[in-house]
């Protein structure tokens, strides 16, 4: 029973470049959140949809972030433009169905340098 | 609004005993657990609704305080193992998202 998958684990992008992050929640989960985490930071929420639907984007800055979960295929997070502060984890988390109570789980992380 | 967890660090001997607070200025559905170790994903621990029900792990304890809006993490006779940051996560009665408090760290020493 295979948990949260997210890639890449590991990504480097120049500034100005575009970075996608992908999440594949848990098999029978079709919510998902995505959470970044800054250095010795805590868990700061961004984003928390569902298939074809974004239920709260509160967390997300402004410009250049986005995200969606298509009816088919993964979710993904896209930040364009890239700058030296985007450098962080970015985990995402699924859970069952929109009923409160509901255990979330993390996927390993996407760790994103900006050099 | 985020919760608000202390302490910030905790630093035991194994087999000595801890208490993890977490408190929200707003009414709570439920408040979730967790533990991250360095450069790992959070792992779940425990889940505390409104109404009292409870699922969690083995050998560590948790309490919710509906009316204060309040949970305590209970950690007994620690093992090296317990060392990490652990989050609380609240969800609050008007909003379906998980919001985190800053987390506390916790280092046990042999």
């Known amino acids: 029973n295979a948990g949260v998958m997210q890639n890449p684990r590991h990504l480097v992008r120049r500034r100005g470049q575009e970075a996608r992050l992908r999440c594949s929640p848990m098999?029978?989960?079709?919510?998902v959140y995505w959470y970044r985490q800054l250095p010795e930071e805590g868990l700061k929420f961004m984003v928390y949809?569902?298939?074809?639907?974004?239920?709260?984007e509160s967390g997300m800055p402004k410009e250049r972030f986005s995200a969606e979960f298509p009816k088919e295929g993964p979710s993904i997070l896209r930040i364009q433009q890239v700058v030296r502060g985007d450098s962080a984890a970015y985990f995402c988390?699924?859970?069952?169905?929109?009923?409160?109570?509901?255990?979330?789980?993390f996927g390993e992380g996407s760790w994103l340098t900006v050099v | 609004q985020q919760p608000v967890q202390s302490p910030q660090a905790v630093i035991l001997r194994e087999g000595e005993d801890a208490v993890i607070n977490c408190s929200s200025s707003?009414?709570?559905?439920?408040v979730h657990w967790y533990r991250q170790k360095h450069g790992e994903a959070p792992v779940f621990l425990m889940i505390?609704?409104?109404?009292?029900e409870q699922k969690g792990h083995e050998k560590i304890s948790a309490s919710f305080n509906e009316i204060k809006q309040q949970s305590s993490l209970y950690l007994t006779a620690s093992q090296l193992s317990y060392s990490g940051t652990y989050f609380c996560?609240?969800?609050?009665?008007?909003?379906?998202?998980?919001?985190f408090g800053q987390g506390t760290r916790l280092t046990i020493n042999p």
């Open positions: 505390l609704l409104k109404g009292g």
């Open positions: 996560g609240t969800e609050s009665q008007g909003a379906q998202k998980l919001v």
């Open positions: 707003k009414a709570l559905y439920s």
């Open positions: 988390a699924s859970s069952r169905k929109d009923r409160r109570g509901n255990t979330i789980y």
């Open positions: 949809l569902q298939k074809e639907n974004i239920i709260d």
């Open positions: 098999k029978g989960h079709s919510h």
